[in-house]
């Protein structure tokens, strides 16, 4: 069994803590289903009351063209 470090014991006063979130909710700018930020929220506060300095980073998956393959950001993808 592997023991993971937990963000519990973590000294989290004045670091700057990077938290990826797997959101993917928003479409065309609307949020449809708000249960995975609900998820994060104790994660976020606890990281905020422990002094940490939040940093949220996530994406939309890789929004591609089907006609041409290529990339396309728009604000349809945007976060």
Do not use: W
Request: charged share 25%.
């Amino acid at each position: 069994m592997v023991d993971f470090p937990c963000i519990q014991n973590a000294d989290l006063k004045g670091k700057v803590v990077l938290v990826r979130v797997d959101h993917n909710v928003v479409k065309k700018g609307l949020i449809h289903d708000p249960y995975r930020i609900d998820a994060t929220l104790g994660t976020l506060y606890y990281i905020s009351a422990k002094g940490g300095k939040l940093i949220l980073m996530t994406h939309i998956g890789r929004p591609k063209n089907k006609k041409t393959g290529e990339i396309e950001i728009s604000e349809d993808t945007s976060v």
